[in-house]
């Protein structure tokens, strides 16, 4: 369903980590269709826990997180990319109680910085972090790294999967 979306192009890309790729994976192709993105919810739905709150970092994971919780009737939290200065600062939005159990939903990981940091600040709110589910990991480190502070990726496609599937 990515691939027949378009969502990956072969070329020279710079990516957000600053790496440069023959591919690129623009899962807002994906996700801007409402039927594919009912796709998407459905398959990170079985990945989530009855304790679960959900949580994605804006903008990719925005409506990952939103469809996977109509999907699931969990509730979520979205994660700012950067400080506020106006309204109330935060940089999470939505009810965060100490001691939640949340699931992080990402529509691509490479390196898996935006994943940390997303990670870290949910932390530091009193959150409980050990899992994270993204559409797609381009298999760059991303898994590692999160492993590295105690959470454990899963994929529902990887680049090798993308990569395998004959034009």
Same mark, same amino acid.
């Given at each position: ?35 594919? /993105? ?15 709150? /959900?949580?994605?970092?804006? /903008?990719?994971?925005?409506? /990952? ?103």
């Amino acid at each position: 369903m990515i691939l027949e979306a378009g969502a990956v192009r072969f070329g020279r890309f710079v990516l957000t980590s600053g790496a440069e790729s023959d591919v690129y994976v623009d899962i807002k192709q994906v996700w801007t269709r409402p039927e594919r /993105l009912e796709m998407l919810a459905r398959a990170f739905a079985p990945r989530v826990g009855p304790d679960d709150l /959900l949580a994605g970092m804006e /903008l990719g994971a925005v409506p /990952l997180v939103v469809a996977t919780a109509l999907a699931t009737g969990r509730p979520y939290v979205i994660v700012r990319k950067g400080e506020r200065s106006h309204g109330t600062g935060r940089r999470i939005e939505g009810e965060l109680r100490a001691g939640a159990r949340v699931l992080v939903l990402e529509d691509v990981t490479t390196s898996g910085g935006s994943l940390v940091e997303t990670v870290r600040l949910l932390r530091e709110a009193g959150a409980t972090v050990e899992r994270a589910v993204t559409v797609v990991d381009r298999e760059a480190g991303a898994r590692e790294r999160l492993r590295a502070v105690g959470v454990e990726l899963e994929a529902l496609a990887s680049m090798t999967d993308l990569r395998g599937v004959p034009a």
